[in-house]
């Protein structure tokens, strides 16, 4: 049985086999294949294969470089020769400068934040020109599961083919923030090719993190007050696979009765892919009961989605979306640091909590001092 390399595990060769499973799952990988002997990475002004693109394609690719020198043209000579080092590293699969290149794309500073995003650019490039020559489907699997648990990865941290990284909620619900997908980026350039993305479920996360992965996986004790009426709809639509956890010994009754009640709810729901039905299944992380039908699940969603174009489809879905994000953070943090705005936003405040003005008329007055604020 063919067992997973998980959690931004390196490997651009699937998987070692198995004679069975234990509590957790184990794994193993091969590193990525070292280039030719004495290969040099590609240099920093070529990211895309020119010649096998069609004229629209080598059109986009002039575009990209174009982007690239625009973002270089300000580097320092230090900077460039940092920005050199990391992308250099991580794509050799160095999980030293993966972790730096990480701690860079966390970074608050404003002149960090222009770095990582020349760092993200090249690793952008990277990726996609790796794509054209697996014609143009993504190389990686990214899956996001809701209230999946990293103290209980006891075997795979210690694992070297894993990597394993917390990242900062900065003030966030549930911890998932534009860092979170730019780290993805990095780990795929890194070589990482199985990649998930656990959440607490708080707020708004379940929502944040189907945006930026191919599966959503939503994971269910048997016996955690979590029954079908206790669950909002929006995420059991969002779930492409439900997981119900801990069946194994008293609860396995329980746990079969709430796969029932979800095989029925999923029947009523309307479905977001033309090729892939949602499943439910049950599994003992303590027995290894359901683990490999879970991982047969995950790989059949990932050839079906494959096969018909959507998970391409729903990537470049993803990208827009996740722009649009950025400029509204972004948008709102200029909009309440501006010093006149600043200013009012207090009092403000305190006129809404009064009752004294509408929440309406408030935005009103802030976005009209904001217009006029030259």
Known sequence: MTIPTLLLSPCRRLLTRVSRLPSAWLLHSSHPAPGPPGARPDPFEHHCTKRVLLSDGFRRTLCVQATLKDHTEGLSDKEQRFVDR?????????????????????????????????????????????????????????????????????????????????????????????????????????????????????GQSEFAVADMVDMFVLLLPPAGGDELQGIKRGII????????????????????????????????LRRRSEVWRPKVIRISARSGEGISEMWDAMREFQHQMLASGELAAKRQTQHKVWMWNLIQENVLEHFKTHPKIREQIPLMEREVLSGALSPGRAADLLLKAFKSRH
């Open 86 to 202: 990391l992308y250099t590293g991580l794509v050799q699969g160095q999980r030293a400068c993966l972790a730096e290149a990480i701690t860079l794309v966390e970074s608050t500073h404003t002149r960090k934040k222009e770095l990582a995003q020349v760092l993200l650019q090249r690793v952008l490039g990277h990726q996609r020109e790796r794509e054209l020559r697996n014609q143009g489907k993504p190389l990686t699997f990214r899956v996001g599961s809701l209230l999946g648990d990293k103290t209980r990865m006891t075997e795979l941290s210690r694992d070297m083919n894993a990597y394993i990284r917390p990242s900062p909620t900065s003030g966030t619900l549930g911890g998932v923030t534009r860092t979170t997908n730019e780290a993805i980026v990095l780990c795929e350039g890194g070589g990482y090719d199985i990649i998930l993305i656990e959440t607490v479920g708080v």
């Open 237 to 268: 639509e969002m779930a492409d696979l439900v997981v119900i956890t801990k069946s194994d010994g008293d609860l396995v009754v329980p746990a079969r009765r709430i796969q029932a009640e979800y095989v029925s709810a999923l029947k009523l």
